[in-house]
């Protein structure tokens, strides 16, 4: 597992990148798939099971996601816990023991800390959900649900498809124009033409409009280590998914 230096330091949290080592899906889901499409179902649990006890977490304190690569933003605490939230590409809580997991193949795990009010926040940002403000929503449910300040905001971004890899069409090009207005440097062409997409940059660029300027990046591109991350995109629609994992620690006792 992956985790962020600076969310190391901070001993409340509780978070992780799993990569997809270590578990026990085969095939084009080897090894430690956690999503369900495709693959045995029994084989899915038991990865999950084998998370949850390497983190020392809860079962039933988990709380995911159907993903949409969408702009939905849930809070949420120990009324959703062992529920699967409709809809949702970003999940944020501010309860101790309450643990945030969504699931990846390319599309960016970003998450997002504001250690003044003990707040976190997962999001699944592909390129529908950024366009569609995703990162910016976040930010502002953050702060209208919790004050939270965007400017102590820490913000982490892992494992995703990087512009050496990501070349796109000219219809996503221009969703990427229409939601940026200065769109400089994340459509890069290429020498033979081709048009690559730079999404972690989409992903920083909005965090940095919408006030939040902590920023780590984990510089790793899924399609160029298909033998540590699932993607999508290298292994042509045929693979797993990774795990992401973040939750405020419950005080001993607690």
Not at 4 to 14: G, I, N, T, Y
Not at 51 to 72: C, E, K, S
Not at 210 to 218: A, M, T
Request: charged share 20%; hydrophobic share 45%; aromatic share 6%.
């Amino acid at each position: 597992m992956y985790r962020f230096d600076s969310l190391a330091q901070r001993p409340e949290v509780l978070h992780a990148i799993l990569a997809r080592t270590g578990g026990t899906s085969t095939g084009v889901f080897r090894s430690l798939n956690v999503g369900a499409v495709g693959d045995d179902p029994a084989a899915v649990r038991v990865n999950h099971s084998l998370i949850f006890r390497a983190l020392g977490i809860p079962p039933a304190r988990v709380v995911t996601a159907h993903q949409l690569h969408g702009a939905q933003v849930a809070v949420v605490g120990r009324t959703q816990e062992g529920a699967v939230v409709p809809a949702t590409d970003s999940l944020i809580t501010n309860t101790p023991g309450t643990v945030l997991m969504l699931r990846f193949a390319d599309c960016l795990p970003l998450m997002l800390y504001d250690p003044s009010r003990h707040v976190v926040a997962l999001v699944h940002a592909g390129w529908r959900g950024v366009v569609a403000q995703v990162v910016a929503n976040t930010v502002s449910a953050l702060h209208s649900s919790f004050g939270c300040r965007p400017v102590e905001m820490l913000a982490c971004l892992g494992p995703a498809i990087r512009s050496c890899c990501y070349e796109v069409r000219r219809e996503l090009a221009s969703k990427v124009e229409e939601a940026y207005a200065s769109h400089n440097g994340l459509l890069l062409t290429q020498p033979d033409g081709a048009l690559h997409f730079d999404l972690p940059a989409a992903v920083r660029r909005q965090l940095w409009l919408n006030g939040v300027h902590q920023i780590e990046d984990s510089e790793l591109c899924t399609s160029c280590h298909t033998e540590e991350f699932f993607s999508h995109r290298a292994e042509r629609g045929r693979t797993g998914r990774f795990a992401a994992v973040l939750a405020l620690r419950e005080e001993k006792g607690g």
